[in-house]
């Protein structure tokens, strides 16, 4: 018998999250205030997030210890388990180990509650009554609805339209963990009115999602915003993945060559990839390897550049690689990697050549999740299938170049509620769909005249 999982005791759980920050060779560039074009301060940020989190979010410290509170929820899924996919890699019989480790096993289904949990309890700790977020596939919003009922906070999440008409469970599943869930763009803030008098259609996008949870949190009564990626904290947050698949990874005496994750905006690739960018940092030979979606290509097409995260330009400046806010990608079924822009760690990792970008289209990347399904039994969520697409990629380039290797990579989630857009693949109805370049121009026109990073 071959050994398929590796396990870690509870008490083997890491105890602090990883802040690359600290390591990074050279500086990032500060977030913007929009109106001065200075770098934002921690009061700029207090009416959207408690300061404990402001903190964070600007913390050069390299490592944060995490709260006894949040460990012990993370217990009830955590370790997560480490897989060597044997059955994935006698199909594709190529010269590659492959090694994943399961974030579906989260109660929520993906890696999202690795950062939900937190962000709830260190609400719950400034005085937060209400979190008010965005989702686009629903996992994030579910994630938040189910953490924020385990730390007693309401909680209200603006999901983009074509997810929520193309995913009636996460909404169920948001109000069984006590959570409202509102279609965006919506009529409840003027972000949304504004997008509807001139779309009255609109599928919604991440973009119209966040500035609407923005604006409810903003002017509502001790109610703050919580965003599921991008930001420096949600990617801290995420590290607890890498720091267990290193562990892990030690047991087995095992060290893989090239480490991968999907990316929409940059968390679970962030989370299993930071602790091995520290290695690559200081010396170690391994590639990092981000998948993202050809409808949506921010790190493979678009500029690096100050952007800001929403559409109706509520948020600070951040520098990163971007499509543009106004910039609404195609509806396509891997609705969390719908967004214009990556994390500003992850794209300046990018920027420094530290990690790599490639973009999938969605009907290879279902090719990969319905191959994956059918040897190694557990059907991915369509977004976890962009980085099954680039583990067939690497696995055949290591075929022709004639090299071993081991691959490691973040299995982010299940597609059990995901199962409308499997229907769509397997009669024939998914398009491919890559992004013209005439759009790309036409997006990137909103932000000619912002400052460069
Ligand atoms: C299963 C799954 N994987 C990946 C993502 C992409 O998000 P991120 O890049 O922040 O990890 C999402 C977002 O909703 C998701 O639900």
Redesign the pocket.
């Known amino acids: 018998m071959e050994q398929v999982k590796v396990l870690l005791q509870d008490r083997e759980i890491p105890k602090k999250w990883y802040n690359i920050v600290a390591d990074l060779p050279t500086p990032m560039k500060p977030p913007l205030h929009p109106g001065t074009g200075q770098p934002v301060t921690p009061n700029d940020l207090a009416a959207i997030f408690p300061m404990n989190i402001i903190e964070q979010e600007a913390s050069g410290k390299r490592w944060i210890k995490i709260p006894e509170e949040v460990l012990q929820k993370y217990l009830l899924w955590r370790p997560s388990p480490l897989y060597r996919a044997y059955n994935f890699e006698k199909l594709l019989n190529c010269p590659v180990k492959i090694y994943y480790k399961n974030?579906g096993v989260s109660p929520a289904?993906?890696?999202?509650p690795n950062a939900a949990v937190p962000m709830a309890y260190y609400n719950k700790m400034a005085g937060t009554k209400k979190m008010v977020t965005e989702?686009?596939?629903g996992?994030?919003g579910s994630a938040l609805a189910m953490a924020t009922q385990m730390f007693g906070l309401e909680c209200r999440v603006y999901m983009v339209k074509i997810s929520y008409e193309q995913k009636p469970y996460r909404r169920i599943l948001m109000n069984t963990w006590g959570a409202e869930c509102i279609p965006s763009p919506s009529n409840l803030t003027q972000a949304g009115r504004n997008v509807l008098a001139e779309h009255p259609d609109s599928p919604g996008s991440l973009g119209i999602a966040i500035s609407e949870a923005i604006e409810d949190a903003v002017t509502g009564k001790n109610a703050r915003y919580g965003l599921?990626?991008?930001l420096n904290h949600?990617l801290l947050y995420?590290t607890i993945i890498g720091l267990e698949a290193q562990k892990q990874m030690e047991k087995i005496g095992v060290y893989p060559d090239v480490v991968m994750?999907?990316?929409?905006?940059?968390?679970?690739?962030a989370?299993i990839a930071l602790p091995f960018a520290c290695d690559k940092i200081h010396g170690k030979n391994v590639k990092l390897v981000g998948a993202e979606p050809s409808s949506c290509p921010s790190m493979t097409k678009g500029p690096f550049a100050y952007d800001f995260g929403d559409l109706a330009k509520t948020t600070p400046l951040l520098p990163m690689y971007t499509l543009g806010h106004d910039y609404i990608p195609a509806p396509i079924h891997?609705?969390?990697?719908r967004?214009h822009g990556m994390?500003p760690i992850v794209s300046h990792l990018v920027r420094e050549k530290i990690i790599e970008a490639r973009a999938y289209d969605q009907l290879k990347t279902f090719d990969a999740g319905v191959k994956w399904a059918r040897t190694e039994g557990f059907v991915p969520?369509p977004?976890?299938n962009h980085v099954l697409a680039a583990v067939v990629d690497e696995a055949l380039r290591a075929k022709q170049e004639g090299k071993e290797k081991v691959i490691l990579f973040n299995w982010?989630?299940h597609g059990l509620v995901d199962l409308a857009a499997y229907d769509a693949y397997l009669s024939g109805k998914l398009q491919a769909y890559e992004l013209p370049d005439e759009e790309i121009a036409r997006a990137l026109n909103a932000i000619k005249d912002f400052p460069k990073p």
């Open positions: 974030e289904g993906s890696h999202k989702t686009g596939a996992q994030w599921g990626s991008v949600v995420q994750g999907c990316c929409g905006g940059g968390s679970n690739f989370g891997a609705g969390g990697l967004y994390a969520a977004e976890t982010s989630g």
